[in-house]
Nanobody, 122 residues
Framework: QVQLVESGGGSVQPGGSLRLSCVAA????????MAWYRQSPGQGRELVAD????????HYANSVKGRFIISRDNAKHTIHLQMNNLKPEDTAVYYC???????????????WGQGTQVTVSS
């Protein structure tokens, strides 16, 4: 089994910061690309940022460029999203996503976290 456990969500005023974390637990053999998505009520799920296996290449949605930073610690099977200068439009449920190869397995599968709420309001 594999689970992605998220933490760090909460409520903050515009201009504030939050740091999201996601830990992959279970019979993990290897984790490849990882990403953060977000979704607001009535909206589709949006890709916020992604990061390659070694952490050397990152991509960001235009709406968060210059404000968010994605990073990973492969030894701890952890991914982070540092969110700075938060805006009301950043309000959403944020989801961790990872491509994982399980121990004893030969295929790579896509896993999702349970989601963590981020609310930005004055």
């Amino acid at each position: 089994q594999v689970q992605l456990v998220e933490s760090g969500g909460g409520s903050v005023q515009p201009g504030g910061s939050l740091r999201l974390s996601c830990v992959a637990a279970g019979n993990v053999f290897a984790i490849y690309s990882m990403a953060w998505y977000r979704q607001s009520p009535g909206q589709g799920r949006e890709l916020v940022a992604d990061i390659t296996t070694g952490g050397g290449i990152t991509h960001y949605a235009n709406s968060v460029k210059g404000r968010f930073i994605i990073s990973r610690d492969n030894a701890k099977h952890t991914i982070h999203l540092q969110m700075n200068n938060l805006k009301p439009e950043d309000t959403a449920v944020y989801y961790c996503n990872a491509d994982v190869r399980r121990q004893g397995g030969t295929s790579v599968h896509d896993y999702w976290g349970q989601g963590t709420q981020v609310t930005v309001s004055s």
